[in-house]
């Protein structure tokens, strides 16, 4: 079982060694803005480790929007990651499932994914897997609610879309945890990556806040049920530091280890 962290991306592989973790998350420009990444200097070590690496794409890109002063840079942004991602060994690029406006028509966001796949494969393909992620808030989300998720999946299914359920989005979003895998599973058929992070606030709450393990709203046994049954590798994208997400980290290895 591979636990991990999203961690600074100033120096991933100390950030790994000082919270004991197998694996690290982290972006590779602001996550709030539109910037290409810029070569790493430690590209040969991160490539060399023994530490999984995961690259969480930009928080800005929405590749459903039905504006295409977004959808278009988004597109080609999240390619862009992931050619980065890629060079640097890289497993997967994590990103958000996006949403379309309260006026636009969903089935368009849902194609819009579809386009974005048929893009990447015109310009060459996709280096690695790339993982949509559930979200936790928004009505018109694509991967929010799981009834559009299936719909998302019927879109991007054969492009061999991978799929990262955050465990905090689920429960705020307002999918119970309670046997949730079974559910995605029968929806997606994988899931490449669980973000092992507990909630501040209630269920369906469509807040995004994540809390450490234990410390929030759903109950950590739900959490290890959901890593066990998925036998996922898990990122903690909690807060408090290296005490705080060792402590995550420490947490999960004894619930869901072996
Ligand atoms: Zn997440």
Not at 182 to 209: E, M, P, Q, Y
Request: aromatic share 6%; glycine share 10%.
């Amino acid at each position: 079982m591979r636990i991990g962290a999203h961690v600074d991306p100033a120096d991933p592989l100390d950030a790994a060694a000082a919270r004991g973790a197998d694996a690290v998350q982290f972006f590779l420009a602001d996550p709030q803005g539109w910037k290409a990444p810029a070569a790493r200097t430690d590209a040969a070590a991160l490539k060399a480790s023994d530490v999984d690496i995961y690259i969480h794409a930009p928080y800005v890109i929405n590749v459903a929007t039905l504006n295409n002063r977004i959808r278009i840079p988004s597109r080609k942004l999240l390619l862009t990651h992931a050619r980065a991602a890629a060079e640097i060994g890289a497993r997967a690029l994590i990103v958000h499932g996006g949403h379309v406006n309260a006026d636009d028509d969903i089935a368009v966001g849902f194609d819009n994914w579809r386009k974005t796949f048929a893009y990447a494969e015109k310009e060459g393909g996709l280096p690695l897997p790339v993982l949509i992620e559930n979200t936790a808030g928004g009505d018109h989300a694509m991967a929010r609610h799981f009834d559009s998720l299936a719909r998302l999946w019927d879109a991007v299914g054969e492009f061999g879309a991978g799929f990262c359920l955050d465990t905090c989005h689920a429960h705020a979003g307002g999918e119970e945890l309670l046997d949730i895998v079974d559910r995605v599973k029968a929806i997606t058929g994988r899931i490449d990556l669980i973000h092992a992070n507990d909630s501040k606030d209630t269920f369906d709450s469509g807040r995004d806040r994540h809390d450490n393990l234990g410390n929030g709203k759903i109950d950590p046994e739900l959490v290890v049920a959901a890593i066990r049954a998925s036998g996922a590798p898990a990122i903690v994208e909690t807060p408090g530091g290296i005490e705080g997400q060792s402590a995550d980290i420490a947490l999960l290895r004894e619930k869901a280890g072996n």
